[in-house]
């Protein structure tokens, strides 16, 4: 049974950083590709940062680019974002995702396993 479980969430001011981490459990997972999609209140679900498993290379929303960096600790079956320079328009649901496919896909419909997600919130 796969299981991708977030944490490091919380609530914090503009400007902050945050760390979120995904433990990935039940895949060989060095052979997946990850990333983090967001979903605010009222709004679709969005891509916010992948990696894939047989480039390494990634990719990141516009939004995000410069000040996100999506990381992974294969020994230990980790995935991280790291959320710099936050602003209030950050404020979301963090989800950990994983898929078999090596492309990094930005619909989050293409994505086959989630975490329960973490709750980002950044106050102005």
């Known amino acids: 049974q796969v299981q991708l479980v977030e944490s490091g969430g919380g609530l914090v001011q503009a400007g902050d950083s945050l760390r979120l981490s995904c433990a990935a459990s039940?895949?060989?997972?060095?052979?997946?590709?990850v990333g983090w999609f967001r979903q605010a209140p009222g709004k679709e679900r969005e891509f916010v940062a992948g990696l894939s498993w047989s480039s390494g290379r990634t990719y990141y929303a516009d939004s995000v680019k410069g000040r996100f960096t999506i990381s992974r600790d294969n020994a230990k079956n980790m995935v991280f974002l790291q959320m710099n320079s936050l602003k209030p328009e950050d404020t979301a649901v963090y989800y950990c995702?994983?898929?078999?496919?090596?492309?990094?896909?930005?619909?989050?419909?293409?994505?086959?396993?989630w975490g329960q997600g973490t709750q980002v919130t950044v106050s102005s």
């Open positions: 039940g895949l060989p997972f060095s052979s997946y590709t």
């Open positions: 995702v994983a898929d078999r496919n090596w492309i990094v896909e930005r619909l989050w419909t293409e994505w086959a396993y």
